[in-house]
Nanobody, 125 residues
Framework: LRLVESGGGIVQPGDSLRLSCAAS????????IGWFRQAPGKEREGIAC????????KYAESTKGRFTLSRDNDKKTVFLQMNSLAPEDTGVYYC???????????????????WGQGTQVTVSA
């Protein structure tokens, strides 16, 4: 499975961005998808995940209510709608995938085997 993120950029505080993660490969709907980000000088953190088999979506506390993960399995694309962006949201954003997770989804990066190359998001006045 190959993942390619896009949609990053430079925005001002309070703005919105929508990131996309396009996948190539079969049976995309059977993969659990996670979004992660890595801020400068910090470890990578999980911010959202989705297990479409169980219609499960989970968010980190730092993004809950502002970020929305959605997926179009027919188009093999996952989206991350980010609203009310703040400077602390700055970082490189990655999507990741794991095959056939039996239950729910996790924000732990070591649970994912497939990763995109990342897209930079900078929130600055």
């Amino acid at each position: 499975l190959r993942l390619v993120e896009s949609g990053g950029g430079i925005v001002q505080p309070g703005d919105s961005l929508r990131l996309s993660c396009a996948a190539s490969g079969a049976a995309f709907g059977l993969y659990t998808i996670g979004w992660f980000r890595q801020a400068p000088g910090k470890e990578r953190e999980g911010i959202a995940c989705s297990n479409s088999l169980q219609s499960t979506t989970k968010y980190a506390e730092s993004t809950k209510g502002r970020f929305t993960l959605s997926r179009d399995n027919d188009k093999k694309t996952v989206f991350l709608q980010m609203n009310s962006l703040a400077p602390e949201d700055t970082g490189v954003y990655y999507c990741a995938a794991e095959w056939l997770v039996a239950s729910g989804c996790t924000l732990q990066e070591d649970s994912y085997n497939y990763w995109g190359q990342g897209t930079q998001v900078t929130v600055s006045a």
